[in-house]
Nanobody, 124 residues
Framework: QVQLVESGGGLVQAGGSLRLSCAAS????????MAWFRQAPGKEREVVTA????????YYTDSVKGRFTISRDNAKNTVYLQMNSLEPEDTAVYYC?????????????????WGQGTQVTVSS
């Protein structure tokens, strides 16, 4: 059983930066994809970025390319989301998710494990 614990959310002004962390416990091998989803009020949950734990290969949704960076630290079993040049449209609850396998999936239903979520609020 994989457990995910997020941290690092908060309130920031437009143009600012935040770094989210997702500590994963219970993972026994590298056959996982880790992802960050977000859900804004009144909107559907969407995938923001994902990374293959085995080789670090990332995916980014178009709206965050060039601004967000996903990375992983094998020694700490932690995935990070560095968010720069934040915009009010980035305001949402951000969730860390994990799925077994080597393929990056964009549908939240494909993910087996979820964190509790962390609020990110970007003021204009």
């Amino acid at each position: 059983q994989v457990q995910l614990v997020e941290s690092g959310g908060g309130l920031v002004q437009a143009g600012g930066s935040l770094r989210l962390s997702c500590a994963a416990s219970g993972r026994t091998d590298s056959n996982y994809v880790m992802a960050w989803f977000r859900q804004a009020p009144g909107k559907e949950r969407e995938v923001v970025t994902a990374i293959k734990w085995s080789n670090g290969s990332p995916y980014y949704t178009d709206s965050v390319k060039g601004r967000f960076t996903i990375s992983r630290d094998n020694a700490k079993n932690t995935v990070y989301l560095q968010m720069n040049s934040l915009e009010p449209e980035d305001t949402a609850v951000y969730y860390c998710a994990a799925r077994r396998g080597y393929l990056i999936k964009f549908n939240g239903a494909e993910y087996d494990y979820w964190g509790q979520g962390t609020q990110v609020t970007v003021s204009s």
